[in-house]
C-alpha cells in the first residue's frame, strides 16, 4: 500500500502553490537529455523536463527542510528523490489518462476558483491580479502553465474523490476490536545504571580498530575570499516600496501570511541593497579574476562550516582546486571565493579520535551488557520480582512507573505490533523486560465511535487507491526517454 499511496500524496499542487512565498529552488533542479523536452510518456501524457524539475525541487527542498538544510545532490541522489519525483508524475498522468477516458473534467469556474482561494495570491483576504502576475513573472511561469497545472490537480482530486466510501458496520466493529485489547502485564525495567561497567581501554583500541574508516577528518578548503559589502549602499524610502510591492508575495509569516511593508521593511531593505550591490560584485570579482584584486581574506574550512551558506558549500564541492565562484549573497554581503587547495578527509589516529571512540564505544558496551541482563531476567521473571500493571491500552499508559508517558507509549506501540507473549522491547536508553499474563477486550466507548469510522475510511480509501493504480499501470504503459528514473 505504502509504495503507491505516497506517490498521491505529492500532487501537482504541492509542486506548483508551495512555491508561493518561498520562491523557485534552484540548487533543487536536475538536468536530463529529453525527447522534444519530455523525460516519458504515460498512455497519451508526454511528461514534460521542466514538470519533472518542479516536482523534483520542490521534494528536495521538502526533504532538506526536515534535514535541517544537511541535504545534498549526492544524498537526494541515494535517497531517489528523483525517481520518486518522476514516480509522482507517472502516478498522476495515469490518473489523467483514467479521468479523460472516464469523461472527468474541471470547469474554467472551478479553476478560478481555487485559484483566487490561495492564500498567497490574496491580499486584505481577496485575489490581487497584480501579486499573482508578479509571482508568475518573478517563477517566469505563464499564466496558463500555471492554470493548467492547477486544473489537472482539481481533475486528480475529483477521480480520487470517487473512492471515498463509509465504513460497514461489520468493518467498523472488527477494527473496534482490534483498537481495545488491553493487557496485564508483569514487567521490569532495566536501565545502564544496572549494569556495572568499567572502560577497557584495550577493547577500546580495538572497537576504533575494527571502526577506524567511521572516525574521519572533515574535508576542508582553503579559501581566498572577496567579501563586497552591501549595507552602506543607499537606498531611497520610493524605491523600498516599489520593490515590496513587485516581490511582496516573497515576505510571508511562519504561517505563510503575508507581511505589510513596515513588517518587512528590514528584509526588503536588506534585498534591496544587495540587488543594487550586485554590479559591484561582479566588477570586483572580474578584478579579482585577473589578479587586478586582493582577496579580502584567507581562510581553511570544513565542510559545512556556518560562516558559509549551505547552497554555497554545494557549489564549492563541485569545483575543483584554482576554480573562482562568481559572487554569492552570504548575510548581508557578496562573496567571491577562489579554492586555493582542497584537503581530502583522512582517517584519525586512535589519540585524535579516542573521545569520540570512547564515547561509542561505552554506549555500544552498555547497550549490549544491558541486553544480556534483559535476557537472563527475562528467564527468571515472576510476579515476586517484577512490577504488575492494571490493564493498559495505547490511550492508557500512565502507570507503567518507573517509566514516563512518552516511554510507555513508545513501549506499548511495540509491544501491540508484537506477536511475543513475552519479550524484551528497548525503548530510548532503557529496556523493558515483560510478560502478558492476562488480556481482555474493552466495550466500545460510544464517544469514539466516530473517530474509529474515520480510521476505517482512511483504510479503505488507501486501499482502492492502491488496487486503482495496480489497474492503471497495467492499463497506461510507461515509456522512459532515459535511464535513472525508474528502478
Known sequence: MQKHNKYLVWTIWVATVAFIGAGFVGWGSYSFG????NVAKVGSIEIPQTKLNMVYSNIYNQYNQMMQGKLDKKKAKEMGLIKQAFATLATQAKILNFAKDAGIVVSDKEVVD????????????????????????????????????LREELIINKTLALLNVDALPLETEAISAAMNVADKLAYKVLTPSDVDFTVDEAKCKAYWKARKENYMTKKSYKLSIVWTPSSETAVTEDALKAFYEENSFNYTDANGKQLSYDEAKKQVTKDLKL??????????????KKGKLSSTETVTLPVGDLKLP???????QQKNKGDILKPKIVGDKYATIKIDNINEPAVMTYKEAKDEVTKSYISQAKKEA?????ESTLKSLNDANATISDFVTLEKH???????????????????????????????DKVIVYNIKEQKLL????????????TVNQMKKRTFETNLIKMLDKKYPTEVYMGGLTN
Not at 540587488?275 to 579579482?288: D, E, G, R, V
Not at 549551505?310 to 564549492?316: G, N, Q, V
Open 114 to 149: 481555487a485559484l483566487e482561494a490561495i492564500k498567497g495570491f490574496q491580499k486584505n483576504g481577496s485575489f490581487n491580479k497584480e501579486i499573482y502576475q508578479a509571482y508568475l513573472r518573478n517563477q517566469r511561469l505563464k499564466a496558463k502553465a500555471f492554470e493548467e497545472g
Open 275 to 288: 540587488k543594487k550591490s550586485k554590479k559591484t560584485a561582479q566588477k570586483n570579482y572580474i578584478a579579482f
Open 443 to 454: 466495550p466500545m466507548d460510544e464517544n469514539k465511535t466516530d473517530a474509529v469510522k474515520q
Open 34 to 37: 529529453s525527447k522534444a523536452g
Open 310 to 316: 549551505k547552497t554555497l558549500w554545494d557549489e564549492i
Open 370 to 374: 544491558l541486553l544480556t541482563l534483559a
Open 398 to 428: 500512565d502507570n507503567l512507573k518507573p517509566l514516563n508517558a512518552q516511554e510507555s507509549l513508545q513501549f506499548l506501540q511495540k509491544l501491540f505490533t508484537s506477536k511475543k507473549e513475552k519479550g524484551i522491547i528497548s525503548v530510548l
